[in-house]
C-alpha cells in the first residue's frame, strides 16, 4: 500500500537518449511535485502540479516536460539526456484544501537517474 | 526568497550520546518547519513537523524540535542516538501549507559510532 510510488527505481541510460519517469499516489491528494537531489545530495523543486495543471516551473531545461494525466499521477519525461542530469529525482504530494498539521508532503522513494 | 540553513554538514557522535542538529530559516513570517530524513538509498521520511502551538514539538524515532522565533531557527534533538540514526537530515521550510514547495536546507550527515 505505498502511498508514492516511482518508476523506475534506477535508470543507467546514455547521453542523448529519451526517458520517462512515473509517479503515482494513492493518497487523494491534489498537488504533486517533482524535486531533484544533485551529487551533493541538494534537494530543489523543479516542478509542482495542482489537479493537473502546471503551477509552478522553477528554472528547470525545456529538455524536462512534466505531463499530469490526471490527479494521481505525475510523469516526468525528459529529452535529450545529458551528464549533468544525473541526479536522483523525487516525487511528492500534498492536499491542497484547507490546509494544517495533517497537510504535509510525502515523498517517493526516488528514482536514480545515472546518464553516462 | 526564504531560505534554510544547515550549518553542519557531517557530525559524528558516539552510540548512547545525545544530538543536536541546527537548522536556521530566513523568511518574514513563521514559516512552516519540517524535519525530514533520508537513510542511504531511500526517499524522505518526515520525523516532525512545526506549524503552530506549542514551540517543542515531538516526532517519530524519539526525536523532538524546538522553534525558537527569536533565533529564526528549528534544532533537532535526539537525548540518546543510536547506530539506525546515521542518515542525512534535512531540515525543510513553507510558507503556507497546501500546494506550496518545501525548501530544503543542504542536510547534515550523521555517523554514529560505537
Known amino acids: 500500500d505505498t502511498a508514492v510510488s516511482q518508476t523506475p527505481k534506477y535508470l543507467v541510460t546514455q547521453m542523448g537518449n529519451d526517458k520517462s519517469i512515473k509517479c503515482e499516489q494513492n493518497l487523494g491528494h491534489d498537488t504533486m511535485y517533482w524535486y531533484k537531489q544533485d551529487s551533493k545530495k541538494f534537494l530543489k523543486i523543479m516542478f509542482s502540479y495542482n489537479n493537473k495543471e502546471l503551477i509552478i516551473n522553477e528554472t528547470v531545461p525545456n529538455r524536462f516536460s512534466p505531463k499530469s494525466p490526471d490527479k494521481a499521477h505525475l510523469n516526468l519525461h525528459i529529452n535529450s539526456l545529458e551528464l549533468g542530469d544525473s541526479a536522483v529525482y523525487f516525487c511528492?504530494?500534498?492536499?491542497?484544501?484547507?490546509?494544517?498539521?495533517?497537510?504535509?508532503?510525502?515523498f517517493g522513494p526516488g528514482t536514480r537517474l545515472t546518464v553516462l | 526568497a526564504q531560505s534554510v540553513t544547515q550549518p553542519d554538514i557531517h557530525i559524528t557522535v558516539s552510540e548512547g550520546a545525545s544530538l543536536e542538529l541546527r537548522c536556521n530559516y530566513s523568511y518574514g513570517a513563521t514559516p512552516y518547519l519540517f524535519w525530514y530524513v533520508q537513510s542511504p538509498g531511500q526517499g524522505l521520511q518526515l520525523l516532525l513537523k512545526y506549524f503552530s502551538g506549542d514551540t517543542l514539538v515531538q516526532g517519530i524515532k524519539g526525536f523532538e524540535a524546538e522553534f525558537k522565533r527569536s533565533q529564526s531557527s528549528f534544532n533537532l534533538r535526539k537525548p540518546s542516538v543510536h547506530w539506525s540514526d546515521a542518515a542525512e537530515y534535512f531540515c525543510a521550510v513553507a510558507p503556507f501549507i497546501g500546494n506550496t514547495p518545501l525548501v530544503f536546507g543542504k542536510g547534515t550527515r550523521l555517523s554514529v559510532i560505537a
Open positions: 511528492a504530494s500534498s492536499h491542497l484544501q484547507g490546509g494544517g498539521p495533517s497537510d504535509e508532503q510525502f
